[in-house]
């Protein structure tokens, strides 16, 4: 057994490093909260009523929001797999996985616009049948629209991915046998996406679990509170950082199993695109028309909310703005963030994802108890963060850089770059995992006999087929370390903001206009990363030829 | 020899290096847009010394940051908490008893607080327009009373200044019957807000008739906008105020300097600052008067506040009353 692991040490001690480290950071992070709380650690997890209240509402909206965005996912990747080919279907696609990485309160307010009391569908309604449907947009269905919009979309593009995976092969199979569109989706689409919808479903839950913002602005009442709230309230009104702790305890408990049991699921690799998919023969006419109809409804619904901040914003005074030394400063402190920060995101990916693969394919370590707990330790130290608040994560900071002293500078980066990646760390790894994986299974046996290795290996075997993904996670972590606002607030000062951090102070004291127009400055960035990054790397090549 | 040289260069450098005093405030108060950069010019020019704000999310979080870091704090004063959360600053014994004269104070109110001293206040209000509400509630109950389509905005009273200043608003008018008006006044509620940003840009979003603001916040858009449709709801029975206040902390290295600041912020200099950049009334009597705009906004007859202490005391068990009143 030894012997297999020794085999396989270049891949295994990168990522076996990264992983404790993220582990140890984990433990740092709680351990100081832990020491700050001093002598009242006896109420340990005394619930109250309202925290179980709380708790109970959690679970329910983001198991509803799960269900509603994954079936929304999965109807609307459909319809994009089946019309492979219309006009701007990139853009669209580049438009869909947008929405879960701005910060959450353009993309509410977004939706506000469309869909509030006084938004443009109340008009059109009036308008139209002299009726409105007042406020629907708040209370519990707020809520769950909110997280459909950001979630349904990030489904649908990540299981447009295993769609088009599906080998084309069996779509003439299924042809030639005469399956109708439902039998064939039973039978040849449903297995090939299921793993993918289950662990994205996992993702789905964890973020809605956790959800902040949009419970406040949209829930409308108190009881709609996520546990994060009754977080927030007890490190800045009450200062019981044990309290907070506990509650951080038990989302984490809830959100450990949940990470547990779909990092035991089974990549399955079949589902990894290898080539574009084309299908040459057209669906039936009402299937088209069905197709094409979910398709445009999803456009009015998901690009709408992002049109309407290019209108709220396009009035502001651009030359204002972008004179403003404020501005300046945040912005590049953003962009020099969001870049480094998807850097080491990705090395970090490559390194986790390098070593867990090790452990999936029988060909290389064979399954064994120890191979089951590295394994499990690799992917669960990649997606932990996803369940730790990032309230808790930022105090915890905080106190590590009263501990330590450091000039502000460096906590601050510290702290916003270790935030921002372990943040990004989960989707990027489900970005790149299934594509390392299935590299290795193609390519294994023919690098071992050539004892093709290291550099070389990467540079033949690994790169033309992860660049693509790469590409994706680069741009994927870049966008969601520039929305971020959790962090900044503990370490933020006039040196030192981001540009988020400056649209909440510009909302903060009446310059709505200059809000706008910042919010669609960050819209532009994050939709011109989205789209441009991913195709430079779908270009580079190390070889020629 | 080297010692005494040293020490000669040390000594010079003390004395041409200018002093620094940092305050700790919330994020628009040391926005480049709102009174920090005009204070520190004029503060920085009459005591030869450098002021630097830091910003955080919240006053109560600049409390809270101060706190976290105990020993080691860099801040020497920490700027903005209100009278309601006062009391939860001074328990923590971290401020230093105050030698400001405060007797020059303008105040609907006698100030004898010897920790904190007050630099601007504002009275909370409900804001609408006027283009579209034209018979606005005068009282409590008329806001209850209204068309049952009659939506307000407010903030959450346990992440929001406003929200906690509303909270005792109802609760200093209806006593023990605030769990009632509570449960009356939910329908009219459309949501509840982490913060005043938030539940502002709601409203000027056309979201809701009404939000809960500053009486001050007509003065805004009067000033910066040219607009006179944006009114406050004038509550015959008063409005709930809210005192801005300042404290020096104990563990302060520039201790005379902070004293002069706290003395500084009752100076004409400084008052005149507040009513354009803070969008509230300065707590001395202006020489020149209030800017023009403020003269046509309401000021309430009739002042609310609730004594720190009190609040201080039983702030949980009203926050849990009134979440009692609204659960579903």
């Known amino acids: 057994m030894l012997k297999q692991y020794s085999r396989f040490r270049g891949s295994l001690i990168p990522g076996l490093l990264v992983s404790v480290f993220l582990l140890i950071l984990a433990f740092a992070i709680f351990f100081t909260l832990f020491d700050a709380t001093g002598a009242n650690k006896s109420t340990f997890l005394t619930l109250s009523p309202r925290v179980i209240g709380l708790l109970k509402f959690t679970i329910f909206q983001a198991t509803l929001s799960t269900i509603l965005s994954i079936i929304i996912g999965i109807i609307l990747a459909w319809s994009l797999a089946h019309q492979s080919r219309f006009f701007a279907r990139s853009l669209l696609i580049a438009l869909f996985s947008s929405s879960l990485v701005l910060p959450t309160i353009i993309v509410v307010f977004g939706l506000i616009t469309i869909l509030g009391r006084n938004g443009w569908l109340n008009h059109l309604s009036l308008y139209l049948f002299n009726h409105t449907f007042e406020g629907f947009l708040y209370g519990l269905s707020g809520i769950l629209i909110a997280h459909v919009y950001l979630n349904a979309s990030y489904a649908a593009r990540a299981l447009l991915h295993s769609f088009e995976a599906i080998p084309k092969q069996r779509y003439k199979l299924a042809k030639s046998l005469g399956f109708s569109v439902f039998k064939r989706f039973i039978l040849i689409e449903w297995p090939a996406i299921k793993q993918s919808v289950l662990s994205i479903a996992s993702v789905v839950f964890l973020l809605t679990f956790t959800s902040f913002a949009i419970v406040l602005i949209l829930g409308g009442n108190p009881s709609y509170n996520t546990l994060e709230v009754a977080i927030y309230e007890a490190v800045k009104l009450d200062f019981d950082i044990s309290l907070a702790l506990e509650l951080a305890f038990l989302q984490l408990g809830i959100s450990v199993i949940l990470v547990f049991f779909s990092s035991n699921l089974k990549t399955n690799i079949s589902n990894v695109k290898m080539q574009s998919l084309f299908i040459p023969w057209a669906e039936p006419l009402f299937v088209r028309f069905l197709q094409i109809t979910i398709i445009f409804v999803s456009c009015v619904f998901f690009i709408l909310p992002l049109i309407a901040i290019v209108f709220d914003g396009i009035n502001a005074d651009f030359i204002r703005i972008l004179k403003s030394t404020i501005f300046i400063k945040s912005f590049s402190t953003s962009v020099i963030i969001a870049s480094i920060s998807s850097i080491i995101t990705v090395v970090f990916t490559l390194f986790l994802s390098n070593a867990r693969r090790n452990f999936a394919l029988k060909s290389r370590i064979s399954q064994s108890k120890v191979g089951k707990i590295i394994e499990f330790m690799i992917s669960f130290s990649g997606s932990l963060y996803l369940a730790i608040p990032s309230l808790v994560l930022g105090l915890g900071f905080f106190l590590l850089s009263q501990k330590f002293i450091a000039p502000h500078l460096f906590w601050a980066s510290f702290a916003l770059l270790s935030a921002n990646v372990l943040m990004s760390l989960p989707f990027s790894i489900s970005v790149i995992y299934p594509s390392m994986l299935k590299t290795a299974t193609r390519y294994d046996k023919l690098c071992f006999s050539l004892n093709i290795s290291g550099f070389k290996r990467w540079i033949y075997c690994e790169w033309p087929f992860l660049k693509e993904s790469i590409g994706y996670a680069i741009a994927l972590s870049f966008c969601l370390s520039l929305g971020d606002l959790g962090i900044i607030s503990l370490f933020g000062n006039q040196d030192f903001s981001t540009l988020p951090w400056y649209l909440y102070g510009l909302m903060g004291s009446y310059q709505n206009n200059d809000a706008a127009g910042v919010a669609l400055i960050l819209l532009g960035l994050t939709l011109s990363v989205f789209i441009f990054v991913p195709k430079i790397f779908a270009k580079e090549n190390f070889v020629k030829g | ?328």
């Open chain 2, 1 to 328: 020899m080297l010692k005494i040289i040293l020490g000669a260069i040390l000594l010079l450098g003390s004395l041409f290096a200018k002093e620094t005093l940092t305050i700790y405030t919330y994020d628009s108060f040391a926005a480049s847009w709102g009174p920090a950069p005009l204070i520190k010019k004029a503060f920085e020019k009459k005591y030869n010394c450098n002021l630097k704000f830091v910003a955080t999310d919240s006053a109560i979080g600049a409390f809270r940051k101060v706190q976290l870091e105990g020993k080691n704090t860099k801040a020497d004063i920490v700027l903005g908490l209100d009278t309601n959360t006062a009391e939860l600053a001074r328990k923590s014994g971290l401020f230093a008893k105050h030698h400001a004269d405060t007797s020059k104070l303008d105040l609907p109110i006698k100030w004898n607080d010897d920790t904190f001293v007050p630099f601007d206040y504002s009275y909370f209000a409900f804001v609408y327009d006027s283009n579209k509400l034209k018979n606005p509630p005068s009282s409590f109950d008329e806001l209850a009373n209204m068309p049952k389509n009659f939506k307000i905005i407010i903030e959450d009273p346990r992440s929001s200044t406003p929200g906690l200043g509303l909270l005792l608003w109802i609760k200093a008018t209806y006593k023990d019957k605030a769990y009632e008006y509570w449960k009356k006044l939910a329908p009219h509620i459309l949501t509840i807000t982490k913060g005043w940003s938030e539940a502002y840009n709601l409203f000027l979003k056309g979201e809701a008739d009404m939000v809960l603001s500053y009486t001050t916040s007509p003065a805004y858009h009067i000033i910066e906008e040219k607009k006179y449709n944006y009114k406050t709801a004038n509550f015959k029975a008063g409005h709930y105020a809210g005192i801005e206040i300042a404290g020096m902390l104990k563990s302060s290295k520039h201790k005379k300097l902070a004293g002069e600041f706290l003395d500084f912020m009752l100076t004409q200099q400084f008052a005149n600052i507040i009513p354009t950049t803070n969008w509230s009334y300065p707590v001395i009597k202006l020489k020149k008067g209030l800017p023009k705009g403020f003269d046509s906004i309401y000021v309430p007859s009739k002042m609310i506040l609730m004594d720190g202490k009190t609040v201080e005391k039983n702030r949980k068990i009203y926050i849990n009353e009134w979440l009692r009143a609204l659960a579903k």
